[in-house]
């Protein structure tokens, strides 16, 4: 800064903009540059505990409801843990080629819970057989459901739409990937506030402040902060728990707060590898499917966010709309697995191992590829799997509030392609945010008060199409700030400019910059057989 007297004039540098960056600077190993060996597998490990959240807590949720018992539950984790070690394997290797972690997704539950709330399941006597019947019902929509996106993605559909995305519509999108996912941070640290807080604050001082206190070991503490804070957290939740601080507490704060109550150590096999139709063969049912189908759509849409966010974080170029879709097929081809092997549960991009990139820096394709062997690993040695799994979901949630603030702000972060000068873009910014938030939330209430959705025609599979849909806030803020970006006068010069159109020009073809190739070609010489366009 300028020195000398108070009214020094600032020097002509402080006050020129930041500069626009094509790709995220400051990233310690991008895509194409792995760690060193000791050091990507730790990584590798540290995403892995990162997705077993989302993993636990979608088949905890609904096992018992289709009439599961521990051990079910035990098996079902397994089985999406496995086959999300697949699925980020093919995405890294055959999709996107980005390290982006693909496992269980929220967007899927909604018609899942419609499924076990079907009739023909509410006179089965037998929990059991109940249990089989309603995942083989699952399993028979999600194989349905699959095609969607295997279709859009791979027919190139999903290409052309993607073509018109500019810096202004993808940011709603990106920002409510993460930040729609709100309800799922701080009011799951309050399920058990005195461990999810601990974690909260300890990984805030791990990642962020240690770093600049302690110098020689600067890296280790930013890159490492999940495995250092959820050691110290679980253990203090462990002797809270054998202290006998429980002992007197409501059944649902010992559940969310104990370290033995998930169950799952005792309900889980030593070793066991998962099979496709290991639950039976598939039922199929057409107003299901079409349910599934649209939170097919809604993944397809969330992953799309998600993928935009995992490339930024990568230190990658824009991904071009050719490679963007070949992911979105290879994503259909997750839920068809999903399916195949009855995971209860539809496949997506996980939004908290994208915000995992971010806290590392680390956006290293290795790096998640190990972490996917990880899954497999332990989804095959149950008992030391249900060790891991067994962790107190309040610490995840702890660890939620950072990462999905991270992935909503990779969003934000294209702001700095657009004219925020200009009234266009405040109208298509704020008004798509507002109703990504808005919409949702009203869905969302009328639920919980009336039992059933806003809309509610006798045709169930329809009501859960559109509630579907609409109870997405990323659906909702993309799909406004795409039409209206779209729409409103984008013709003028002018306007192309403001909406940062011109900076993405380069990428909407993938032979038009030469970095393409680096980040997004394909392994084993399969561009010549697959070429992007």
């Known amino acids: 800064m300028a020195g000398g007297g108070g009214g020094a004039a600032p020097k002509q540098d402080d006050l020129t903009p930041h500069p626009v960056k094509d790709q995220l600077p400051g990233v310690s190993y991008c895509i194409t540059s792995p760690p060193p060996w000791p050091e990507a597998i730790l990584l590798g490990f540290q995403h892995y505990l990162v997705m077993l959240g989302t993993t636990v807590i979608i088949p905890t949720a609904l096992v018992p409801q289709m009439g599961g018992n521990n051990e079910d539950k035990a098996v079902v984790i397994q089985t999406l843990l496995f086959v999300a070690g697949i699925n980020t394997l093919l995405q890294s290797f055959f999709g996107t080629r980005l390290p982006a972690v693909i496992g269980g997704s929220y967007t899927f539950v909604l018609p899942t819970i419609s499924i076990i709330l079907a009739g023909r399941y ?58 729609g996912l709100y309800e799922l941070g701080f009011p799951s640290v309050a399920k058990c506030v005195e461990i999810g807080l601990p974690e909260l604050i300890l990984l805030v001082i791990f990642a962020m402040y240690l770093p600049h206190t302690v110098h020689m070991l600067k890296s280790i503490f930013d890159r490492f902060a ?166 107190p979901a309040p610490i995840f949630a702890a660890l939620y509030c950072i990462f999905f603030a991270y992935a909503g702000s990779a969003g934000l972060g294209f702001l700095q392609f657009c004219n925020l000068n200009s009234f266009r873009t405040k109208f298509i910014l704020g008004f798509s945010v507002f109703m990504g938030f808005s919409v949702p939330q009203y869905f969302n209430e009328y639920t919980s008060v009336a039992g059933y959705g806003p809309v509610h025609t006798h045709s169930r599979w329809f009501n859960d199409m559109i509630n579907v849909l609409f109870s997405s806030k990323a659906f909702v803020a993309g799909f406004v700030a795409y039409l209206l970006d779209n729409t409103i006068h984008r013709h003028e010069s ?36 697959f070429p992007s366009v």
């Open 494 to 529: 002018s306007v192309r400019k403001d909406r940062g159109y011109h900076w993405w020009d380069k990428f909407r073809s993938y032979r038009t910059d030469t970095r393409s190739e680096e980040f997004y070609s394909l392994p084993f010489n399969l561009n010549k057989f």
């Open 122 to 179: 509410a006179n089965e006597p037998n929990p059991h057989t109940k249990f089989l019947r309603i995942m083989r019902g699952t399993q028979g929509a999600l194989i349905v459901a699959s095609a969607l996106q295997i279709i859009v993605g791979f027919s190139g559909l999903w290409r052309n739409v993607a073509r018109y995305l500019s810096p202004l519509s993808a940011t709603p999108l990106v920002a409510l990937v993460g930040f």
């Open 226 to 391: 999940v495995l250092f804070t959820i050691p110290i957290v679980w253990l203090y939740a462990y002797l809270l728990t054998v202290g006998g601080a429980y002992r007197n507490a409501p059944p649902k704060t010992q559940f969310h707060c104990r370290t033995d109550r998930s169950g799952l150590i005792g309900g889980a096999p030593w070793i066991r590898v998962p099979y496709p139709f290991q639950w039976g063969a598939p039922t199929f049912d057409a107003g299901e499917a079409f349910a599934m189908m649209a939170a097919s759509f809604v993944a397809l849409v969330e992953s799309t966010g998600a993928f935009i966010a995992v490339s930024r974080y990568a230190s990658a170029t824009p991904i071009p709309p050719s490679v963007l879709s070949r992911g979105i097929g290879w994503q259909g081809i997750g839920i068809l697995l999903d399916g195949l092997f009855g995971t209860g549960n539809g496949s997506s991009v996980s939004v908290e191992n994208a915000g995992l990139l971010a806290l590392t820096r680390v956006g290293s394709r290795r790096v998640v590829q190990i972490s996917a062997g990880f899954m497999i690993f332990f989804s095959i040695l149950g008992k030391f799997g249900a060790v891991f799994a067994s962790i």
